[in-house]
Nanobody
Framework: QVQLVESGGGLVQAGGSLRLSCAAS????????VTWYRQVTGKQRESVAY???????TYVDSVKGRFTISRDNAKNMVYLQMNSLKAEDTAVYYC?????????WGQGTQGTGDA
């Protein structure tokens, strides 16, 4: 059974930092692409950062230079380092894997840049 568990969300002041983690199990993590999404209540889920199975990354313009996605395949983990947080970064953050084992979502973690 595939399971993705996000953690690390919290309440910080604008300008602060958070590091989100996504722990994967039940899949061959190293061959999956991973995307961090975020969703504000009443709005569409937005792709924030993406990392391929072998490392290249892309970001939505609004977080470029502030957020960094990374992965540790040995630990089946993906991270989202969020710096210089803004009020508009407040959302529930989800990780998603995609690959030959299909598409899988975590349950989300609340992240905010407006304490």
């Amino acid at each position: 059974q595939v399971q993705l568990v996000e953690s690390g969300g919290g309440l910080v002041q604008a300008g602060g930092s958070l590091r989100l983690s996504c722990a994967a199990s039940g899949i061959i993590f190293s061959i999956n692409d991973v995307t961090w999404y975020r969703q504000v209540t009443g709005k569409q889920r937005e792709s924030v950062a993406y990392i391929t199975s072998d490392g290249p990354t892309t970001y939505v313009d609004s977080v470029k230079g502030r957020f960094t996605i990374s992965r540790d395949n040995a630990k089946n983990m993906v991270y989202l380092q969020m710096n210089s947080l803004k009020a508009e970064d407040t959302a529930v953050y989800y990780c998603k894997t995609a690959g030959v084992q299909g598409v899988n979502w975590g349950q989300g973690t609340q992240g905010t840049g407006d304490a």
